[in-house]
């Protein structure tokens, strides 16, 4: 755009010094043009800060051409909810990858390509273009008009890279989403070929099922995975302390919501679905702990699989390798933790329970200098009659001296006999003893002057565990 007068007007959705392009639109001049191209508002990449800093909201940036180029018209702030795909984390990148200017650049030539423009007439194009995350996958014509006398097959040789350039800044935001453009021509004009135009863009958001609150949890969840996930190598990812485990969790749970993939597992998994269909980060930490259960090679596999059903979709071979390995995660919901899986799990609970609690972690030290073990209130031994429950969640998990944490499992072991007869009840039943006569430790430093009293719980606990023992079968 070079005429003097002629704006171009951006809304932002800003939050915590993160930028997320909502629309933005053409509005044209016509007292002449400009006298020559400098830079586009100068200091405007150094002072947008200034106007926007960490403020949550709306912002409408308006930019006008004047005869020496362009300058800051107008900026204010609106009031509003945050769109689902708008960023809520600041990101080191700049720019865009090479493979996502790729795809922009093959949807905007497929859009323009065999374009007609009548003589003498004037016509307008509006497409619509799919993103998910960076990614561009397609686009359609929804609707082509024209005014005028008899067509000419044109192709503007810059109107690709137009197009191009006015799809890039969408493609900054989270999960699924539809960017709608309008271009416009007028041949009137003494120009060859005729001059097309990218009149405004704006983002279409799709109707997401479910309670708001759970889906904007979703978006937050997924949005923080692909940050850190993008921004640090693999290495320095896991040092990070978000696991592998946590990622595919993560990843998942989000993709499932953002990407309304419960249809498909669904079909697949009939057991698992509803748990997971909880969502959010109950689910997403329900799932983590279930993948302790499953091996490397399979979760990779899994992995690999769900990712090309969510970005390309599945071949019939592949399709049935996923069902496939469903039908083998649906089974370990009922198998016993092998020995792997728990070693895996007491350490997920050791760290996660001390990160949730950092008071703690500086309180409940043993004469060593070591952190209080961590107690399964739900033992991992009996975790597979609670396959709905997470086993690792923060309402199972107690720290306990070493020396309380001996007595409660002195407890569990002469439970033990009852071995595949006891049901999930009778366990529930163990625990509920095991809480009224040592809750008092729970999450507390013990003292040696509470060896009597402790001695007197485990001796009680245990005359009712022989009790219960007694009316199984």
Do not use: C
């Not at 700049?94 to 003498?120: I, K």
């Amino acid at each position: 755009m070079d005429e003097v007068g002629g704006e171009l007007v951006f809304h932002f959705w800003a939050q915590d010094g993160a930028l997320t392009l909502l629309s933005w639109k053409r509005r044209i001049g016509g007292t002449g043009h400009s006298e020559g191209v400098t830079s586009l508002v100068p200091s405007l990449d150094v002072n947008l800060p200034v106007y926007v800093g960490t403020r949550m909201g709306e912002v409408v940036l308006t930019l006008r051409r004047e005869g020496q180029g362009w300058r800051l018209h107008s900026f204010t702030r609106m009031e509003g909810t945050r769109p689902l795909e708008a960023k809520t984390l600041p990101v080191r990148r700049t720019g865009v990858t090479a493979d996502t200017l790729a795809q922009a650049h093959a949807v905007a030539s497929q859009l323009t390509r065999g374009l007609e423009v009548p003589e003498g007439g004037s016509a307008s194009l509006l497409v619509e273009v799919l993103l998910d995350d960076d990614r561009v996958l397609g686009a359609e014509t929804v609707r082509y008009e024209s005014l005028g006398g008899s067509s000419a097959r044109l192709t503007p040789p810059n109107l690709a890279v137009q197009l191009t350039q006015a799809l890039l800044p969408f493609t900054q935001g989270v999960g699924p989403r539809t960017v709608r453009l309008r271009l416009e021509v007028d041949s009137h004009r003494a120009e060859s070929p005729a001059r097309w135009r990218v009149m405004e863009a704006e983002t279409l958001r799709p109707d997401v099922p479910g309670p708001p609150a759970l889906t904007t949890e979703h978006y937050a969840l997924y949005e923080r995975i692909l940050r850190e996930w993008r921004e640090e190598t693999a290495a320095s990812f896991q040092q990070a302390g978000i696991s592998s485990a946590e990622f595919l969790a993560t990843w998942f749970i989000g993709s499932l919501a953002l990407r309304g993939g419960f249809a498909l597992f669904e079909a697949v998994a009939p057991r698992l679905a509803p748990i997971l269909a909880r969502g959010g980060s109950e689910a997403m930490a329900w799932f983590r702990s279930f993948l302790a259960r499953i091996r490397p090679q399979e979760r990779e596999k899994f992995q690999r699989l769900w990712m090309k059903a969510q970005t390309e979709g599945l071949s019939a071979a592949e399709k049935s390798q996923l069902h496939k390995l469903m039908e083998r995660f649906e089974k370990l919901l009922d198998t016993k933790l092998d020995e792997e899986a728990r070693k895996i799990l007491r350490r997920q609970a050791n760290a996660d329970f001390y990160k949730l609690r950092p008071d703690l972690a500086k309180t409940l030290v043993d004469g060593a200098g070591s952190k209080y073990p961590v107690h399964h209130r739900i033992p991992l031994e009996h975790a597979h009659r609670f396959p709905e429950m997470n086993i690792n969640g923060s309402v199972n998990l107690k720290a306990l001296h070493s020396a309380v944490h001996e007595r409660v499992n002195n407890v569990w072991t002469a439970f033990r006999p009852a071995g595949s007869k006891a049901s999930a009840g009778d366990v529930r039943q163990v625990a509920d003893i095991v809480d009224r006569h040592f809750q008092r430790w729970y999450d507390a430093v013990y003292h040696q002057s509470s060896d009597t009293m402790l001695e007197e719980a485990e001796k009680a606990a245990l005359r009712e565990v022989r009790v219960l023992l007694a009316r199984i079968p």
